[in-house]
């Protein structure tokens, strides 16, 4: 994505990019120090919690992964979603959040509901309740 016009990006933004960047650089610390402080931003929430799931620039937390990816998907966030999905032991809550993420064209997600229907965790005709 090209930035034509940085000073109108929102800081959240700002630091979430700039986190990407170093991601990619895999300069993981200052790229984690960056998501943290863009706040409130659904990717950078997303990419928290995946940094203390996996660990890279942070003392591995499956709590703390769990909680971000929470509230990545609470503010939309695809991936989010799918990751929350994966870490929640609920039947229920895990299709919920398979179910919002597939609902947004997330296949990963697609699958594991069949996965799911397959081996009996859930019926055919569950409906989420919001």
């Known amino acids: 994505m090209a930035i034509t016009n940085w000073k109108a990006l929102k800081k959240e933004k700002k630091y979430t990019m700039l986190g990407l960047f170093l991601d990619e650089k895999k ?3 200052k790229a ?15 990419k928290i919690g995946e940094y203390y799931y996996t660990g890279r620039g942070v003392e591995k937390s499956y709590m703390l992964a769990k909680k971000y990816f929470k509230l990545a998907a609470d503010a939309d ?5 799918y990751n929350y999905a994966c870490c929640e032991s609920d039947n229920e809550k895990r299709y ?4 919002r993420a597939a609902e947004k064209g997330c296949t990963r997600a697609i699958t594991m509901i069949e996965l799911m229907k397959k081996h009996g965790e859930i019926q055919d005709d569950v409906k989420t309740q919001k």
């Open 96 to 99: 919920e959040y398979y179910l």
């Open 32 to 46: 984690f120090k960056c998501f943290f402080e863009a706040g409130n931003d659904p990717e950078a929430l997303e």
């Open 77 to 81: 966030n695809v991936d989010g979603m």
């Open 27 to 29: 300069e993981y610390e």
